[in-house]
């Protein structure tokens, strides 16, 4: 549906350090630019260094291939400054195998990584 999301980041050494460690254990890696992330050699995340104006405020949801990912992705976060927006867990108010856990960036945005396997 989309080719790239960016999102507008105050300081982009500190985000690109918090994205590199909870997209880690979703299987992306930053590019060489160290602002674009996703599968390597196809970066689909943008961070955007904008020190004035409004940050925060967008919702990302990465896939993951476990819910094991979810939860390293969640503990990755809170280890790296992130605070948390949801625990590791089942959502089944939004899909009966939907688990998930949320993190705020460090400039607000509601960072989500999702798993739909069944158990």
């Known amino acids: 549906m989309y080719d790239h999301l960016g999102i507008k980041v105050k300081d982009l050494g500190a985000s690109a350090r918090f994205y590199r460690a909870v997209l880690a254990p979703l299987g992306h890696v930053a590019d060489a ?17 904008h020190a004035q104006g409004p940050t925060g405020g967008t919702h990302v949801a990465f896939r993951a291939s476990s819910r094991a990912a979810v939860d390293r992705f969640h503990a ?23 688990y998930a856990a949320f993190l705020l960036d460090p400039d607000g945005n509601n960072v989500e990584a999702v798993c739909m396997e069944a158990r």
């Open 33 to 49: 630019s160290g602002s674009g992330f996703g599968p390597p050699d196809a970066p689909g995340l943008w961070l955007y260094e």
């Open 76 to 98: 990755q976060g809170l280890a790296h400054g992130a605070r948390d927006n949801g625990a590791p867990g089942l959502r089944p108010d939004y899909a009966p195998n939907y």
